[in-house]
T-cell receptor, first 113, second 113 residues
C-alpha cells in the first residue's frame, strides 16, 4: 500500500522568512496530493492541493510542487506570519472505485515574531 | 451553508463497549470518509462511503464498521473497544465525481478507559 513520509517533523522560522515542507510517496498510482493545516484543537483545513497532471500550483503565499518521477511533493510558504504556526499534513490519494487517502505524520511549524 | 458536522463532540467509553459516531456531510457532498487521528499523529483513513456502499477501506479491523444513509449522512461503529481506540475521529466529505477536495468536520474525541 501507499506510504507517505514527511520532513521535517518540526520547523521554526522567523516571521517573514520562507518555509518548505517535503513529502515523498511510494505508490506511483497516486494522483491527488492535498495539504492540510491543523491548528491546536481544530479540524484539518485544506490549504492547497495538486493533481498528478500538474507540476506546480500557487495560491498567494502558498505553493505546491510535484515531481512525479521522484515521487515527491513540497509545500512552500513565503513571507511567513505568526498565524501560519500550526501542524501541516501532506497526503496522497489513489483512485480505485473510491479515494484512499494516506497522510504523512505532520510538520509542526512555528513562526517566531 | 452548513459545513461538515459531527456528533457527539466528546465521548467516554469502557473497554469492550460499543460506540456509534455520526456525521453529516457538507451541503452538496455525497461522499463521506472516516479517519482516526491519534494524539500527535496524522489522520489514518478508515473507510469511505458513497451511494450507501463502502468504496475504500484502510488498514482497520472488522470491529470498525460504517453505514451511509440515503441523505448522505454516515455513522461509524466500533465494537469491542480497546484502550488503543482512544483518538479523535474525523469525518470528511466531498463530491464523488466532480471534486477530490475533502472537507473535515470538527471530530469526535473518544476516550476508552
Amino acid at each position: 500500500g501507499e506510504n507517505v513520509e514527511q520532513h521535517p517533523s518540526t520547523l521554526s522560522v522567523q516571521e517573514g522568512d520562507s518555509a518548505v515542507i517535503k513529502c515523498t510517496y511510494s505508490d506511483s498510482a497516486s494522483n491527488y496530493f492535498p495539504w492540510y493545516k491543523q491548528e491546536l484543537g481544530k479540524r484539518p483545513q485544506l490549504i492547497i492541493d495538486i493533481r498528478s497532471n500538474v507540476g506546480e500550483k500557487k495560491d498567494q503565499r502558498i505553493a505546491v510542487t510535484l515531481n512525479k518521477t521522484a515521487k515527491h511533493f513540497s509545500l512552500h510558504i513565503t513571507e511567513t506570519q505568526p498565524e501560519d504556526s500550526a501542524v501541516y499534513f501532506c497526503a496522497a490519494s489513489t483512485w480505485n472505485y473510491g479515494q484512499n487517502f494516506v497522510f504523512g505524520p505532520g510538520t509542526r511549524l512555528s513562526v517566531l515574531p | 451553508d452548513a459545513g461538515v458536522t459531527q456528533s457527539p463532540t466528546h465521548l467516554i467509553k469502557t473497554r469492550g463497549q460499543q460506540v456509534t459516531l455520526r456525521c453529516s456531510p457538507k451541503s452538496g457532498h455525497d461522499t463521506v470518509s472516516w479517519y482516526q487521528q491519534a494524539l500527535g499523529q496524522g489522520p489514518q483513513f478508515i473507510f469511505q462511503y458513497y451511494e450507501e456502499e463502502e468504496r475504500q477501506r484502510g488498514n482497520f479491523p472488522d470491529r470498525f464498521s460504517g453505514h451511509q444513509f440515503p441523505n448522505y449522512s454516515s455513522e461509524l461503529n466500533v465494537n469491542a473497544l480497546l484502550l488503543g481506540d482512544s483518538a479523535l475521529y474525523l469525518c470528511a466529505s466531498n463530491e464523488y465525481r466532480d471534486s477530490y477536495e475533502q472537507y473535515f468536520g470538527p471530530g469526535t474525541r473518544l476516550t476508552v478507559t
